[in-house]
C-alpha cells in the first residue's frame, strides 16, 4: 500500500471499541523481554473494530512473532445518536466500509439501533468466563451476527445464536449472563480501562518488553508494522502470503477484504481466486450489498 493511501486511511479513519481480556487485575502487564505484543482494546458494536479484522487476520498469519490480545471493555453506555438526531448514521457507516473495505449491514441499527453497546460486551464476557479459549471466536461471531447479518446482538436471544455457532451450549451462556457475574467483570475491566484513559475506540497499545506507544483510532496494516519496528528498532520478518484456500477454514465466514489483506492482493484479484475456489473446491460465496463473504465447506 503506497505512503500516500495509508496516510489518507489515517487522516479519514475514526475512533472505534474494545476486545476480548485476560483475567487479570493488570490489564496491560508489561510484554515479555524478547515478546512483542499489541493489546486491541474494543468492543463488539464497533464498527470501526469489525474493520480492523483484516489487519488482526494478517499479523496472524504473516508476523508469527507478534503477540495479539484483543480487550473488550465498553464504548457506549448510550450511543451518542439517541442524543443527536441530525447525526446520519447511513453515511457513517458507510465511510467506514469504504475505508476498511468490509461488508457492513446498515439493518444492524434497524431504526437507531441498541441504545447501548455495553450488553453486548457482557455477552462477550459471558463467553470468556464459560470458556476463554473459545472467548475470540464468539467475538467475532457477534460482530459477524451484527456487521454480516444486520442483527441486535445487545438482544440476548440474537447473542445466544452467536454463542452457538461458536459452539458454546445455548442454555449454559443464557444462565451465565443471567448470573450478573458477566456485567460484574465487564463494569470492572470497564473502570480500569476508564483509569488508564483508555477510552478510545479503538485503542491498539503496542508494547516491546517494558517500552509501549499508544495509538488510537484505525490504523492501516504498513502503519501498525511501521510502529511495531520502530519500537523494537527492527524488521519484523514476515512469513510468506499464504494462497486464500489455506486462509479459508470449514465453518467459518472469511470476507474478500481479509484475504486480499492476508494474502497480500488487491481485492479484485482476491476476489478472481475465491472465484476459482468457489467454482472447483467447495468454496460457497455469500453475496452481501457491501462486499462478498466466503465460506468452505467442513
Not at 40 to 65: K, M, N, Q, Y
Not at 240 to 266: F, K, M, Q, Y
Not at 280 to 288: N, Q
Amino acid at each position: 500500500m503506497s505512503g500516500d493511501r495509508t496516510g489518507a486511511l489515517r487522516e479519514e479513519a475514526s475512533s472505534w471499541a474494545m476486545d476480548y481480556v485476560q483475567r487479570s487485575e493488570d490489564l496491560f502487564e508489561p510484554a515479555d523481554a524478547d515478546e512483542v505484543r499489541i493489546d486491541l482494546v474494543t468492543d463488539p458494536w464497533s464498527v470501526w473494530c469489525w474493520g480492523l479484522e483484516p489487519v488482526a487476520l494478517a499479523i496472524e498469519h504473516r508476523f508469527p512473532a507478534i503477540t495479539l490480545r484483543p480487550v473488550v471493555g465498553g464504548m457506549f453506555e448510550r450511543l451518542p445518536h439517541h442524543d443527536h438526531p441530525e447525526f446520519n448514521l447511513s453515511r457513517f457507516l458507510a465511510r467506514v466500509q469504504r475505508i476498511t473495505g468490509m461488508p457492513v449491514a446498515t439493518a444492524a441499527f434497524g431504526d437507531g439501533g441498541p441504545e447501548s453497546t455495553y450488553p453486548a460486551c457482557v455477552h462477550a464476557h459471558a463467553m470468556r468466563l464459560l470458556d476463554a479459549d473459545r472467548a475470540l471466536l464468539g467475538l467475532r461471531k457477534l460482530r459477524e451476527t451484527a456487521w454480516l447479518d444486520g442483527r441486535d446482538i445487545s438482544d440476548v436471544d440474537v447473542a445466544t445464536g452467536a454463542a452457538r455457532s461458536a459452539g458454546y451450549d445455548p442454555e449454559e451462556f443464557r444462565s451465565a449472563v443471567a448470573s450478573g457475574e458477566p456485567e460484574r467483570e465487564f463494569r470492572q475491566r470497564l473502570s480500569a480501562l476508564e483509569r488508564r484513559e483508555l477510552s478510545a475506540y479503538p485503542t491498539i497499545v503496542v508494547r516491546a518488553g517494558d517500552t509501549t506507544r499508544r495509538l488510537e483510532g484505525f490504523v492501516p496494516l504498513p502503519g501498525l508494522i511501521e510502529v511495531v519496528e520502530q519500537l523494537t528498532g527492527q524488521t519484523h520478518v514476515q512469513a510468506p502470503a499464504p494462497d486464500p484456500a489455506e486462509v479459508l477454514e470449514p465453518g467459518h465466514r472469511i470476507a474478500t477484504r481479509e484475504i486480499a489483506e492476508v494474502c497480500e492482493l488487491s481485492i479484485e484479484a482476491a476476489a478472481d481466486e475465491l472465484a476459482e475456489l468457489e467454482a472447483e473446491d467447495g468454496v460457497e460465496r455469500e453475496r452481501h450489498a457491501t462486499g462478498d463473504v466466503w465460506t468452505v465447506q467442513g
